[in-house]
């Protein structure tokens, strides 16, 4: 199970960090990933971080504002996000990436365990 938290109302140029809790998995046994719907949008990959959180994977419309992050002793997955735009208002969604999976696989049919979400508002 998977819960998401930290959304909210920012203005452009802010900053915003996202938590996801994960509780009933052996957490570091995972990647994981965060993804985004807009309202009349399919959901979009966002970002995405290896079981060690070592290796990271970014979809290149955030790259570089934003930074995924894991503790794996708290079952825990961070996205910090910097320099928000108003195109970054969606509802961001953590998920589990599916162990038979290929890295390279970041569409939404690659994970599973989806939380209910946070909402994040980037307005004037």
């Known amino acids: 199970q998977l819960t998401e938290s930290g959304g909210g109302l920012v203005q452009p140029g802010g900053s915003l960090r996202l938590s996801c809790a994960a509780s009933?998995?052996?957490?570091?046994?995972?990647?994981m990933g965060w993804f985004r719907q807009a309202p009349g949008n399919e959901r979009e990959f966002v970002a995405a971080i290896s079981r060690n959180g070592e290796t990271t994977r970014y979809a290149d419309s955030v790259k570089g504002r934003f930074t995924i992050s894991r503790d794996n002793a708290k079952n825990m997955v961070y996205l910090q996000m910097n320099t928000l735009k108003r195109e970054d208002t969606a509802i961001y969604y953590c998920?589990?990436?599916?162990?038979?999976?290929?890295?390279?696989?970041?569409?939404?049919?690659?994970?599973?365990?989806w939380g209910q979400g946070t909402q994040v508002t980037v307005s004037s």
């Open positions: 009933g998995r052996t957490f570091s046994t995972f990647a």
């Open positions: 998920a589990v990436k599916k162990l038979s999976t290929l890295w390279s696989q970041v569409g939404p049919a690659a994970f599973d365990s």
